[in-house]
T-cell receptor, first 111, second 111 residues
């Protein structure tokens, strides 16, 4: 039981490049989330998926897209990376009871 | 929208000192309240939670009481250890399991 896994752990991009952050959970959770963490800002919700087949915008969705591929996987795509997207990205999932379980994070640097 | 405010940090304490990290929230309805902890280089882990007014969450010597009259959920520990050094996040649970996080408080405990 690995919980929530994220790949890659670290990535460096040039401005304008694209990439997809992968997230998977093996807890049979319905809801999944993508956050970004910036110094002094806490975690801010980018997108979430309340169930397989649905996605909704969070607080800071601009510049991102998501895909809920199946119940296990929820990916985050940056189509044209910008330096303002330099951050640490966390995926999380929730089953019954509201507790969110977090992955280890992806550190992204956009030059 | 919902918001969470944590006391500004960082907080530096000596081992065995008493810890308080203040947290207040603004939310509609009756949210659940959470404290998460983040150790260096890792994702967030649930520390404790409370789901209704006057509930007390506790774990690993940490406690917090859901105070609806003051919209607060302050984190306390009677005697901190070096191993408690981490970043602590207060969060408020909203619809579809979404969480609104405070900005985080860095705790450093010296021997």
């Amino acid at each position: 039981n690995a919980g929530v896994t994220q790949t890659p752990k670290f990535q460096v991009l040039k401005t304008g490049q694209s990439m997809t952050l992968q997230c998977a959970q093996d807890m049979n959770h319905n809801s999944m989330y993508w956050y970004r963490q910036d110094p002094g800002m806490g975690l801010r919700l980018i997108y979430y998926s309340a169930s397989e087949g649905t996605t909704d915008k969070g607080e800071v969705p601009n510049g991102y897209n998501v895909s809920r591929l199946n119940k296990r996987e929820f990916s985050l795509r940056l189509e044209s990376a910008a330096p303002s997207q330099t951050s640490v990205y966390f995926c999380a999932s929730t089953g019954v009871g509201e507790t969110q379980y977090f992955g280890p994070g992806t550190r992204l640097l956009v030059l | 929208g919902d918001s969470v405010t944590q006391m500004e940090g960082p907080v530096t304490l000596s081992e065995e000192a008493f810890l308080t990290i203040n947290c207040t929230y603004t939310a509609t309805g009756y949210p659940s309240l959470f404290w998460y902890v983040q150790y260096p280089g890792e994702g967030l882990q649930l520390l404790l939670k409370a789901t209704k007014a006057d509930d007390k969450g506790s774990n690993k010597g940490f406690e917090a009481t859901y105070r609806k009259e003051t919209t607060s959920f302050h984190l306390e520990k009677g005697s901190v250890q070096v191993s408690d050094s981490a970043v602590y996040f207060c969060a408020c649970g909203t619809s579809y399991g979404k969480l609104t996080f405070g900005q985080g408080t860095i705790l450093t405990v010296h021997p």
